[in-house]
């Protein structure tokens, strides 16, 4: 977990300086600082369980397994990536890994990943959808039908809501009465906890029993994890509504040096930790060479999978 937190980490500091080159079409939403949710949760699914995430997803695609050169590719728009280089940033599908999709539209992958969930139940799976989404997409209409069908029909499926204190430009408190996601889950008996979101250890437990409460039929769960948006809300983003003591303050918080004394308390050797942040950052600077060499798409085949095609219909046969 420790080796991923580094992989997104790295990862998201290649997005950024190849945005900052004008090699990444459209504005990426990077997840620096908010890492811990990510790995946390994911180290608990396996490929049969449905991810659904947001704009800010590249961290959750990585955590649920997807290929690094792949991922990358697709954000730099190439033949080789997850969507053949025809998503982007915030369109990453990777069905092999269960992951069934990043949105651009605030909210919309709650109800998608309510299907998922109801899906999984009709087959009689143990399969669960889990759904990442923002403090901001709280207060989108399909947050709260979609709670209300999940708690009706007792859906499989985790809501975890990535409270990073501001929606765009605009900070939790300027935009609603509510100070806390998990408020929202009770109305619902949908059971919920508020918890610190840059701890690994305080995620990865609180996933695990969330997740064993899903898998053992009760029913949605709803995890508030309260974090920090290192990066601004795009590459791009000047931050003037931030003041730069709030951002000293979140450094502090990093959930790496956090698990990082945490590991070192608890016997492990610097030079571990010290190699495993070493091979992460070759794994993304050999990863980044290979996508960057990579083929752009054929423009001929721009048409390629708009219509329902044979493809389609295997993967829904
Ligand atoms: C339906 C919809 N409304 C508005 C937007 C514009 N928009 C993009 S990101 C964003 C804020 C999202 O905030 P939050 O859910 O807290 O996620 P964060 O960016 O903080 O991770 C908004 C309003 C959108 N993409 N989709
Ligand atoms: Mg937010």
Redesign the pocket.
């Known amino acids: 977990m420790y080796r991923m937190l580094w992989r997104i980490r790295l990862f998201e500091g290649q997005v950024q300086r190849l945005a900052a080159a004008g090699e990444v079409p459209g504005f990426p939403?990077l997840s620096t600082g908010q890492e811990a949710v990510a790995v946390g949760v994911c180290a608990h699914l396996s490929r049969e369980d449905a991810l659904y995430t947001?704009?800010?997803g590249h961290g959750h695609i990585l955590a649920k397994g997807s290929d690094l050169e792949a991922t990358l590719a697709e954000i730099i728009g190439r033949e080789s990536g997850l969507c053949r280089g025809r998503g982007g940033s915030m369109h990453l599908v990777d069905v092999r890994h269960g992951v069934m999709g990043a949105t651009?539209?605030?909210?919309?992958n709650l109800a998608l990943a309510a299907g998922a969930a109801w899906a999984a139940q009709a087959q009689g799976k143990s399969n669960l959808a889990v759904a990442f989404?923002?403090?901001?997409?709280t207060g989108?209409g399909v947050f709260h039908e979609t709670l209300n069908l999940a708690s009706l029909w007792k859906l499989p499926m985790l809501f975890v809501c990535?409270n990073?204190g501001?929606?765009?430009f605009t900070s939790r408190d300027e935009h609603s009465n509510v100070n806390h996601v998990s408020h929202f889950a009770k109305p619902y008996s949908i059971p919920t906890k508020t918890i610190d979101g840059n701890d690994l250890k305080v995620v990865h437990a609180e996933a695990a029993e969330a997740i064993a409460s899903i898998r053992a039929g009760h029913g949605p769960y709803l995890l508030e994890c309260m974090t920090f948006?290192m990066a601004g809300?795009y590459v791009g983003d000047a931050q003037q509504y931030r003041s730069k003591e709030e951002l000293a303050a979140m450094i502090e918080k990093c959930p790496i040096e956090r698990l990082k004394r945490h590991l070192l308390a608890d016997g492990v050797p610097a030079t571990v930790l010290d190699a495993i942040q070493v091979e992460a950052k070759n794994e993304i600077e050999q990863a980044s060479l290979r996508a960057r060499a990579a083929a752009r798409p054929d423009p001929a085949t721009v048409m390629d999978d708009v219509y329902t095609s044979p493809t389609l219909h295997a993967i829904s046969g």
């Not at 651009?104 to 919309?108: K, L, Q, T």
């Not at 989404?133 to 997409?137: P, Q």
């Open positions: 939403h947001s704009h800010r651009g539209v605030v909210a919309g989404f923002g403090d901001g997409a989108a990535e990073n501001y929606a765009e948006r809300h």
